[in-house]
């Protein structure tokens, strides 16, 4: 343990995993929360960026359809569901491998996104490409940013 510690304060590469290893073991439920924080295994993984026009969420889904998300947005709040199928494993025969290990999460998922205030949801779009829903929401023309000419005196 002391050889670890030497590494993490010398600033190793490495510190952060040494670090995440050492809050595994003091949280081995896998319920604890990671750098993100959001819950380990949350499905989909979400980044939300804001722009002078508009608030784009991006929520990374792979596997998942267009018509397998619901997108709702009420009271600045971007609702996503849906639901994500277990890969099976099958043989030539037909019959199911055993799973020893299954880390993709599966089944019915919900997840809640507050958004800022401001946001012209009548106008909002959605995209879909490589496994990545894109949502676009754009700011109401009042609150977006103007910018000011300086006329000479």
Do not use: C
Not at 29 to 39: K, L, T, Y
Not at 67 to 72: E, F, H
Not at 132 to 141: A, M, N, Y
């Amino acid at each position: 343990m002391f050889d670890d510690l030497k590494r993490f304060e010398t600033g190793s590469p490495r510190q952060f995993d040494w670090f995440s290893q050492l809050l595994d073991g003091f949280f081995p439920d896998g319920n604890a929360m990671d750098i993100r924080a959001v819950p380990r295994g949350s499905f989909p993984m979400i980044n939300v960026a804001r722009s002078d026009d508009a608030v784009r969420v991006y929520v990374f889904a792979a596997g998942l359809a267009p018509s397998d998300l619901t997108i709702d947005i009420q009271d600045n709040v971007l609702t996503l569901r849906g639901k994500r199928d277990a890969v099976k494993g099958s043989n030539e025969d037909g019959s199911t491998r055993p799973v020893f290990r299954r880390e993709r999460a599966s089944g019915e998922f919900v997840r809640a996104i507050a958004l800022p205030d401001g946001l012209d949801a009548e106008r909002a779009e959605a995209r879909h490409a490589h496994g990545v829903f894109e949502i676009v929401l754009p700011k109401r023309e009042e609150l977006k940013p103007r910018r000011i000419d300086v006329q000479a005196a």
